[in-house]
């Protein structure tokens, strides 16, 4: 069965910039995500003449897609990474391997702790932060020490390894999954790996309980399964809001009860990168409180403070009174990569670009024995009266058969492979 929901988007919050030719030719992008790797690509590809780097912290590319069933695989093979200088050196851009500290608007400028970088274009996918002030930890020591110990692996890929480890020497007790309130990086996400983790506690007879802290409502896909078919291995709390954490004795409370753990999964609030901070490129709520995500056009993604700087990729806030946010998974981020190049592409060569809109494909796991999925498109179209629609249609698969992994293919085709 297919269920549709349509929405309609203020598209125009932010005004279409149409620019005069410009004859400086330097790109530069910060952050070499799903949005960041599309974006250098597409620029070599539509002006092999544009001088594009690229800059991130880590030397290369580690995808979330399809881990949440890997970290509970036993003997699964190493997460793949792809070396950014090798893709650098295939599509024809620059690498920078680099901590961005800052950016200076006026002088069009990017200092890194390699050196300044100086742009006529700016793209900006740095992604998210954790807020773990939300839990009264303010101290950056602290918080760095219960990522390493903790890390539920929603800020950085990278992170996987370590937590595939932790579960894997995890031999029974209280296993706590905390899920951040929304907005927040891939929706489905939390509750597939919850779903895997209790399939893997079953199957694997570990006496151990996982306890799932949910300040949102239950995705409607799994709540069945993980009520009912896992009732003997979850503990289900909704609105369940974590306000504090003490590490010491292994307990967060909220603002119902204290949850002690033995091991936890802990995915804190999520906001926009430091760097977007930094800049004053986050978007104020009524009142001029900051929301905590960029402020950047729904269609260009251009951002509100200067035309020539570009914001892609979760970090990005709300576009819209109606449903919010775009859906802050890769393939949206991809999309505005791509947008993103073709506008840059038409400025620097004088010309129109036509608007490329985000769109994503989900394919969730719901069900592991027997397998089941769910398939979640995502679309927009432009209404023709400065407003986008969005489409939302999910589709119960109950047979599948490696869709999943050749959606990620399909993917990865377009910024990983010549």
Known sequence: MTNRRHFIIAAGLLPLLHPAFAANRRVVIVGGGWGGLAAARHLRQLVPDLEVTLVDRQPAFLSFALSNRWLVEPGAAPWARHDYTRLARSFGYRFVQAEVGSIDLARRSVASNAGEL????????????????????????????????????????????????????????????????????????????????????????????????????????????????????????????????????????????????????????????????????????????????????????????????????????????????????????NRMGQAVARQIAAQATGQAAAPLLPESVCHVTTSVEPLESVRIDTSYRDRGDGFLVQTVKQARNPNPSGEDAAWAEAMYRDFLLP
């Open 118 to 333: 100086p742009y006529d274009w700016l793209v900006l996918a740095p992604g998210i932060r954790e807020n773990w002030a939300a839990w009264q930890v303010d101290d950056v020591a602290a918080a760095a020490e219960l990522r390493r110990r903790y890390s539920g692996a929603m800020l950085s890929a990278t992170d996987l390894p370590g937590l595939k480890q932790r579960l894997a020497n995890f031999k029974g007790g209280d296993l706590l999954l905390t899920i951040p309130p929304a907005p927040y990086r891939c929706p489905p996400a939390p509750y597939e790996r919850a779903l895997f983790i209790a399939w893997w506690l079953k199957t694997q007879k570990i006496p151990g309980k996982l306890i799932i802290a949910d300040p949102n409502p239950i995705m409607p896909a799994f709540r069945n399964i993980l009520l009912d078919r896992y009732k003997d291995q979850v503990i289900y709390l909704d609105h369940a809001k974590v306000r504090r954490i003490d590490p010491e004795r292994r307990t967060v409370s909220t603002e119902i009860d204290d949850i002690r753990f033995d091991e936890a999964l802990l995915c804190p609030p999520q906001q926009a990168a430091d760097l977007l901070w930094q800049a004053g490129l986050i978007r104020p709520e009524e009142g001029g409180k900051p929301s905590g995500w960029a402020a950047a056009g729904a269609i260009d993604f251009r951002s509100a403070a200067d035309g020539r700087v570009f914001v892609i990729g979760d970090a990005i806030g709300l576009v819209s009174p109606q449903f919010g946010y775009f859906p802050k998974t890769g393939q949206v981020a």
